[in-house]
């Protein structure tokens, strides 16, 4: 199994988060693309940073670890914008950066910055649209592409992508999610984790990948799991604790606020949910290590990677 920690917050943050990977010599740290975060109004105050522009920096201020965009909607930017920038970024990374593109869900967001967003069904046509876009610009801009919502003119772009550029595309659903992936993506970013839900998707997957005239073996099958834990329930209390202080919330009331939500485990707990996850055909997880809190991602890293 690879590892790759997902994380959000300020730069500081998240470059101290990339070397902490860096040292513990995991695959990869993964950004989330959100202008605001949480799922209500009450949590909206929470800084979020253009993630796009985040990544660019540690492409500089990193060495060895993937940069992983997880994942970006295709309603914040054209296209062309997001082929032109993650060309840009895999340029500065030295041959590091991993695109992800989805749908988009958070319905506050783009209420609040006046952002596009018609129903599910045309954000599908859009991803779509936009996947094959971002194919022939990464394969071969001289072929042009004519979708039904953007196109690319027959034209050598330079400059040219890295010939093993990786696009991602994540979610859960059954089979629009996994035919996408066959058809366009590197990576499979998987959300569902039961052995016939798993097993299902793959198989859509890897027979509209055949139907494309690509390999499925070469699809990297990758998901996250939001993690809260400690080598025993003190370690889980001292975390708590520090999260909670910033906003006056006991150990105790962190563990009512999120039980159920995020899975509240010690790392041998954790490491049997992943084990789990290996047997199914996942071959990497990113562990999104929440609460900003840099000790204790090292701690999972040391426990698990």
């Not at 929470?46 to 660019?56: C, E, F, W």
């Not at 016939?196 to 055949?210: K, P, T």
Request: aromatic share 10%.
């Amino acid at each position: 199994m690879e590892y790759g920690v997902q994380v959000v917050g300020d730069y500081d943050h998240i470059v101290s988060i990339a070397r902490i990977c860096e040292e513990a010599g995991v695959a990869a740290v993964a950004l989330a693309d959100h202008y605001l975060y949480g799922n209500n109004p009450d949590e909206w105050a929470s800084p979020a940073y253009d993630s796009l522009v985040q990544a660019a920096a540690l492409a500089r201020d990193t060495e060895s670890v993937e940069i992983v965009m997880l994942v970006s909607p295709i309603t914040f930017r054209h296209p062309a914008v997001y082929a032109k920038t993650i060309t840009t970024i895999d340029e500065i990374a030295g041959g590091r950066f991993v695109f992800g593109l989805g749908t988009g869900w958070h319905d506050g967001e783009h209420e609040v910055f006046g952002f596009d967003y018609p129903d599910m069904g045309t954000r599908f046509e859009w991803l779509e649209d936009a996947l094959g876009y971002l194919r022939v610009f990464l394969d071969d801009p001289t072929r042009g592409y004519d979708g039904k919502h953007w196109s690319l003119g027959a034209q050598d772009i330079q400059p040219r992508a890295r010939d093993d550029l990786r696009l991602m595309v994540g979610g859960g659903g059954a089979k629009k999610t996994p035919s996408l992936v066959g058809r366009y993506a590197d990576e499979f970013n998987l959300y569902h984790h039961t052995d016939e839900g798993v097993a299902s998707r793959m198989e859509v997957m890897r027979r509209s990948a055949a139907e494309a005239g690509r390999d499925p073996d070469t699809i990297l099958i990758s998901t996250c799991m939001p993690t809260i834990g400690g080598a025993d329930g003190a370690e889980i209390d001292e975390f708590l604790g520090e999260w909670g202080s910033r906003s006056g919330r006991t150990p105790a009331e962190m563990r009512e606020r999120f039980e159920g939500r995020i899975p509240i485990r010690t790392w041998d707990e954790h490491a049997e949910q992943i084990a789990e996850f290996e047997r199914l055909g996942i071959t990497r997880t990113y562990l999104q290590v929440v609460g900003s809190v840099d000790w204790a991602a090292k701690n999972a890293l040391d426990a698990l990677a």
